[in-house]
């Protein structure tokens, strides 16, 4: 979603009215609403596999094309996106990960010169 908000509420007086912003949606390049790094991607809604709390008899989905997630009836029309195993990348030390490991190496490093 580009980290930008779905809705700007532009004043009309329903919850809905509102000017979606400009950039809205998936980017990856240049062109706005770029999704070639999916193939086959349809454009309509897909499940998200989490039930909505609040209501059980509904469950999330997302829109590719308006970058948006909402919630709708389990019985509704949605895709399906299936991952398999190995589709999905492994998770990325974060930084202080990686400095805390570099740390005890060094440390290792030094104790064994030391001794």
Not at 15 to 24: N, Q, R
Not at 61 to 84: C, I, L
Request: charged share 15%; with cysteine.
């Amino acid at each position: 979603m580009a980290n930008l908000g779905f809705c700007t509420p532009n004043g009309g007086g329903s919850p809905m009215s509102c000017i979606v912003p400009k950039g809205y949606g998936l980017v990856d390049g240049p062109a706005l609403n770029d999704e070639s790094l999916f193939t086959n991607l349809q454009s309509y809604e897909y499940w998200s596999g989490l039930e909505y709390a609040p209501d059980t008899r509904n469950a999330w989905y997302f829109s590719p094309p308006f970058g948006g997630q909402n919630d709708d009836r389990k019985d509704a029309s949605h895709y399906a996106w299936a991952v398999r195993p190995g589709d999905v990348a492994g998770n990325v030390p974060e930084p202080a990960t990686l400095m805390l490991l570099s740390l005890g190496m060094a440390g290792l490093g030094w104790m064994r010169r030391r001794g």
